[in-house]
């Protein structure tokens, strides 16, 4: 490969993790919608956080399309971190899309007018907010580019997917007592869900990070 193709490559990679920075902080907004959107009950900050994961969809295909074009001679360590690249991508692409179900699933409770229960709606705001800090904690290696967010990440994330499956088998245990409507128990499981796959995005976004920013 010669010295100018090696320039457009590294041109490409700079490109890609500003790129890939940008789609990262956008989806911590508008997770934090989607969060005030359920906290407050405003229809309009559930509406925003879509619109934004609508545009993510674009973005990831316009980011993976300019790196594909710039890598095509690429080889070596240049490929590893392309794949890397185009993995994390679409990694934050699906953040978007999970937020996104996750707004859904708040608009139809709104709409039907059904209430989670006092302690099971302090559930989702306070696992809510434990996801926001790994993502949170994730962007921030990404945009400083410093160390190896793997293993801190990982490990958090294990911590909030442990959480979330303890609530989600105590709330199907509630379910089966009859303590719960069965309605308004599907949407709660539904949202935990939607959080469960958030935080296995974020997760593999940070093992996949070194690659790129090597």
């Known amino acids: 490969m010669g010295e100018g193709e090696g320039g457009k490559i590294q041109d490409s990679m700079e490109r890609a993790r500003g790129g890939i920075c940008a789609m990262a902080e956008s989806a911590e907004e508008m997770f934090r919608l989607a969060g005030d959107g359920f906290a407050r009950f405003r229809m309009e900050s559930l509406q925003a956080a879509k619109g934004r994961g609508n545009a993510m969809g674009s973005e990831a295909v316009r980011l993976t399309a300019a790196l594909v074009e710039g890598h095509e001679k690429g080889a070596g360590e240049e490929s590893r971190a392309l794949r890397a690249s185009i993995g994390v991508i679409h990694q934050i692409k699906l953040i978007g899309d999970s937020i996104i179900d996750f707004c859904d699933t708040v608009l139809v409770q709104m709409r039907e007018g059904l209430l989670l229960s006092d302690a099971a709606f ?81 997760v593999r976004i940070a093992k996949a990070w070194p690659a790129i920013g090597a």
Not at 171 to 180: N, Q, V
């Open 122 to 202: 302090e559930e989702i705001i306070t696992l809510h907010g434990k996801v926001v800090s790994i993502m949170q904690e994730s962007i921030r290696c990404i945009r400083e580019d410093k160390g190896d967010p793997a293993q801190s990440i990982g490990q958090k994330g294990l911590e909030v997917q442990r959480l979330l499956d303890n609530s989600r088998a105590e709330h199907e245990k509630r379910l089966i007592s009859g303590a719960c409507e069965v309605r308004s128990s599907v949407l709660f499981m539904d949202m935990i869900e939607a959080l469960n796959r958030i935080t296995g995005h974020v």
